[in-house]
Nanobody, 126 residues
Framework: QVQLVESGGGLVQAGDSLTLSCTAV???????????MGWFRQAAGKEREFVSA?????????AYADSVKGRFAISRDNDKKTVTLQMNSLKPEDTAVYYC???????????????WGQGTQVTVSS
């Protein structure tokens, strides 16, 4: 069982930046570096959607939703068991609860991830 804890959410204005972190706490069953990590978000009344993902190990492969490409950046620090989502040029439509997830493959399909955090709220005002 992998426990993931997100942090860094908050209320910002359009154009601002925000950094989300997701840390695996406790025992992870296997090295954190072997997990692919993903970020998803869910706005009120909408389905959960893919934001970004990063490959296991060195994170040499990353993927982004078209809506965030060029504005968001995902990275990982395996020593700290942490994955980070740097969000720049935020827009009101980025408002959502953001979740991180761990699994075997850096996929845009949320169904392939095994473990999820509790989520952190990001609100972008216009």
């Amino acid at each position: 069982q992998v426990q993931l804890v997100e942090s860094g959410g908050g209320l910002v204005q359009a154009g601002d930046s925000l950094t989300l972190s997701c840390t695996a706490v406790g025992r992870t069953g296997r090295p954190f570096s072997t997990y692919a990590m993903g970020w998803f978000r869910q706005a009120a009344g909408k389905e959960r959607e893919f934001v970004s993902a990063i490959r296991w190990s060195d994170g040499s492969y990353t993927a982004y939703a078209d809506s965030v490409k060029g504005r968001f950046a995902i990275s990982r620090d395996n020593d700290k068991k942490t994955v980070t989502l740097q969000m720049n040029s935020l827009k009101p439509e980025d408002t959502a609860v953001y979740y991180c997830a761990a699994g075997d493959w850096p996929d845009s399909n949320h169904g392939v991830y095994d473990y999820w955090g509790q989520g952190t709220q990001v609100t972008v005002s216009s």
